[in-house]
């Protein structure tokens, strides 16, 4: 009975044990963060017909290319934290975002996201290589990127542009980065569409 006893015991303090390590080597929470759309925005003024409007491809520079939100403290370092995470593919994200302002700025031209299921031939695609997209040691959010206009006509290119943004953060949060980051693509989104605008009126 005592060798039972002690054996009840044992097993009791075993599991204890393993209940404890297990409390203690458990995965932080992770906190996740999507993009805003900037809403309402004011239409352009419209003097042309209206055109069809592609977005796309959105390619990610390979560093930006992952969950983890980027921080940057140097030219040559930077960091990503595991508990702080896009909450989804975060080219998709960028790309949803932009056919969404672009579509409200460019009404009413439809502006859909490329490739899709539709086949256009004729119309304006904007292909975008995001270069930066992340927090800086400057307390600021930057947006670097590079955007394409084609004719699809014929394929030609129109127009090729760089864009670089800077958004104050207020404070150090994740949240506010993701933010301010929302705000600069909003301030592409505008530019963009003003190209297109004047492009389209010539």
Not at 128 to 149: M, S, Y
Not at 157 to 164: A, E, F, G, R
Request: aromatic share 6%.
């Amino acid at each position: 009975m005592k060798i039972k006893t002690t054996a009840f015991l044992s097993i009791i303090l075993t599991s204890g044990l393993l209940c404890a390590l297990v409390g203690c080597f458990q995965a932080q929470p992770v906190r996740q963060y999507t993009l805003a759309t900037e809403t309402p925005l004011q239409a352009l003024s419209q003097k042309a017909v209206p055109t069809t409007i592609l977005i796309g491809p959105v390619k990610l520079a390979s560093y930006l290319d992952q969950p983890r939100m980027v921080r940057r403290h140097s030219t040559t370092l930077i960091d990503s934290v595991a508990g702080h995470q896009w909450a989804g593919n975060l080219a998709e994200m960028i790309s949803n975002k932009l056919v969404a302002e672009m579509g409200a700025l460019l009404q009413p031209s439809p502006v859909f996201a490329y490739p899709g299921t539709t086949v256009f031939t004729q119309g304006r695609r904007v292909a975008l290589d995001i270069l930066r997209f992340e927090g800086t040691e400057d307390k600021n959010a930057t947006i670097e990127a590079r955007w394409t206009l084609f004719d699809l006509t014929d394929k030609s290119i129109l127009k090729t542009q760089s864009s670089l943004i800077h958004i104050p953060l207020t404070d150090d949060s994740y949240e506010t980065l993701a933010t301010a980051l929302s705000q600069g693509l909003t301030r592409i989104s505008q530019e963009i569409a003003a190209s297109i605008r004047s492009e389209k009126s010539e």
